[in-house]
C-alpha cells in the first residue's frame, strides 16, 4: 500500500503541468469552436408608446407604412446564430418626440440573458419622423346612389337614409378630403319600394373612394328605402301675365323642356295631363325676358318630378310694334247676305286705305285677303247707305281705324 501512494505521488509535478496543459488546451478549443461573431438583422417592427400625450391634445398622428428597424449584433457565435427579428423588441417613445416630431428608437434583447451577452449597434437610421395634425370633427350629409334602371313605365320617387347624417374625426389634412358620403343600391327592374341596408362610402372631389381605415365615423350601417312608383309625361305650357308698353307686343314664348317626365301614385297621375306656366309677368316690358321657374313650384301635391329636371328655361320675345298700309279694293269686300234682286253699287270709290300695326314677321306676310273684309247688307234695301267693313281678328295684327264704304243699293229692272 506504501509502494502505491509513493508512485501515486512519483513525478507529481509532471503531472500537474499536464493537467494544466489539458486544461489550457480544453479552452482554446473550446474559444475556437464558439469565436465572436457579428449578425445583421432585419425587420424589427417599431412600437410606437405613450401616443396619448400626442391624440389628448386634441391632435393625431400617424407613423409612415413600414416601420421597421434593422440592427448589427455581435455576441458569441452559438448565441448570435440563433437569433432573429422576434428576438427583439424595438421601441419608440412618442412623448420623447422632438420639436421637428422625430423620435428615437431603441432596441433591446426581449431575454435578458441574451441581452447581456451581446451588444447592439444600429443598421439603418435609430430615428422616426411621424406625422401629427389637428384633429377635426365633421357632420356630412348622407346620399343614396342608385345603380342599373327601374322597370319601365316607373321612376325613383325618393331615396330616404336613416340616419342622414355621419359624424367623422380625424386628421384635418384627411377629413378635408372627403367631398361626399353616400350609400349604393341597386334598383335593377325594380317596381315597387326597397327597403335595404348598406356601408357608406366616402368620396374624395374627384369621385375616388377614400380609405376609412384613416379616421372614426359614427354610422357602420345605413337604412336605405327607395320609393318606386309609375311615371307619366306631362306637357309644359307657359303663359305671360300682365301687358307689355304700348306699341310692344309678346313676339314668342320660347322653353325647354317642352315636356317633363313625373313620378306619383296613378290616382294622382290620371288627374293631371299638362304642367301651366301661367305667371311669367311682361307688364310694362319693351325687351326681352329670359328667366327660369322652379318646376317642383307648378306640380299638384302628391306629384314629383322623375328625372334630374328641375328648371324650365323661358324666354319672351317683346318687340316694337310696326305700321303698315295696305289698299282694300272694292271687289275684295265681300258681301253678306246680297239679294238677287238688287245691284250693289259703291259711291265712295273702288279702293281704301288701311293702316294695321303688329309685328315685323307677321306684317311682311300679311295681304288683304288675310283679313277677309266683309259687309252685311242683309235687310237693307233701295238707296244708299254706309257701312262698316268687317276684318277678320288675327293674333298680333291690330287694324288702326274703322273702313267705311258707301253702297247704292238698286233695285234691277
Known amino acids: 500500500m506504501g509502494r502505491m501512494n509513493n508512485r501515486i505521488f512519483d513525478h507529481i509535478g509532471l503531472k500537474l503541468l499536464s493537467l494544466i496543459m489539458a486544461i489550457v488546451v480544453w479552452v482554446v478549443v473550446a474559444n475556437v469552436d464558439d469565436y465572436k461573431t457579428t449578425k445583421r438583422i432585419t425587420g ?26 434593422d440592427i448589427v449584433v455581435k455576441g458569441r457565435r452559438k448565441l448570435v446564430e440563433k437569433l432573429t427579428n422576434q428576438d427583439f423588441r424595438a421601441v419608440a417613445d412618442l412623448s420623447k418626440m422632438s420639436v421637428t416630431n422625430a423620435v428615437t428608437v431603441t432596441v433591446s434583447a426581449i431575454n435578458s440573458s441574451t441581452a447581456r451577452d451581446i451588444t447592439i449597434s444600429y443598421a439603418s437610421n435609430d430615428a422616426v419622423n411621424v406625422a401629427v395634425e389637428k384633429k377635426i370633427e365633421s357632420q356630412l350629409a348622407i346620399n343614396v346612389r342608385t345603380s342599373s334602371d327601374v322597370a319601365e313605365g316607373y321612376a325613383i320617387r325618393s331615396k330616404t337614409p336613416t340616419p ?185 270709290g273702288t279702293g281704301y286705305s288701311l293702316k294695321v300695326k303688329g309685328l315685323k314677321d307677321k306684317l311682311d306676310t300679311l295681304n288683304v285677303t288675310n283679313l277677309i273684309p266683309s259687309v252685311d247688307v242683309t235687310g237693307y234695301g233701295p238707296g244708299k247707305h254706309t257701312f262698316t267693313v268687317s276684318l277678320k281678328e288675327i293674333p298680333g295684327i291690330q287694324v288702326i281705324g274703322d273702313i267705311n264704304v258707301e253702297i247704292e243699293i238698286v233695285k234691277n229692272e
Not at 424589427?44 to 428597424?69: H, K, L, S
Not at 313676339?251 to 317633363?260: E, K, L
Not at 324666354?315 to 247676305?337: F, H, M, P, R, T
Open 44 to 69: 424589427i417592427e417599431i412600437e410606437f408608446i405613450n401616443g396619448e400625450t400626442i391624440t389628448d391634445n386634441n391632435m393625431v398622428y400617424e407613423v409612415p407604412e413600414g416601420t421597421a428597424i
Open 164 to 348: 342622414n347624417l355621419i359624424t367623422v374625426k380625424g386628421a384635418e389634412s384627411v377629413i378635408d378630403m372627403i367631398n361626399e358620403v353616400v350609400v349604393d343600391v341597386d334598383v335593377k327592374d325594380a317596381d315597387s319600394t326597397l327597403t335595404t341596408t348598406a356601408v357608406p362610402v366616402f368620396l374624395s372631389k374627384s369621385g375616388e373612394a377614400i380609405d376609412p381605415s384613416k379616421f372614426e365615423y359614427d354610422v357602420e350601417s345605413v337604412a336605405v328605402t327607395v320609393e318606386i312608383a309609375k311615371t307619366k309625361e306631362l306637357a309644359v305650357k307657359v303663359k305671360t301675365t300682365g301687358d307689355v308698353r304700348d306699341g310692344y307686343s309678346v313676339a314668342s314664348i320660347d322653353y325647354q323642356p317642352t315636356s317633363v317626365l313625373v313620378v306619383g301614385d296613378a290616382k294622382d297621375l290620371a288627374k293631371v295631363d299638362e304642367i301651366v306656366i301661367d305667371d311669367i309677368d311682361v307688364t310694362n316690358r319693351i325687351d326681352h325676358l329670359e328667366t327660369s321657374v322652379a318646376i317642383a313650384d307648378y306640380l299638384p301635391s302628391g306629384i314629383t318630378i322623375a328625372d334630374n329636371t328641375e328648371e324650365i328655361m323661358i324666354k319672351v320675345v317683346v318687340e316694337k310694334l310696326e305700321e303698315k298700309s295696305l289698299v282694300l279694293q272694292s271687289d275684295a269686300i265681300n258681301l253678306v247676305g246680297k239679294n238677287s234682286d238688287y245691284t250693289y253699287n259703291y259711291l265712295s
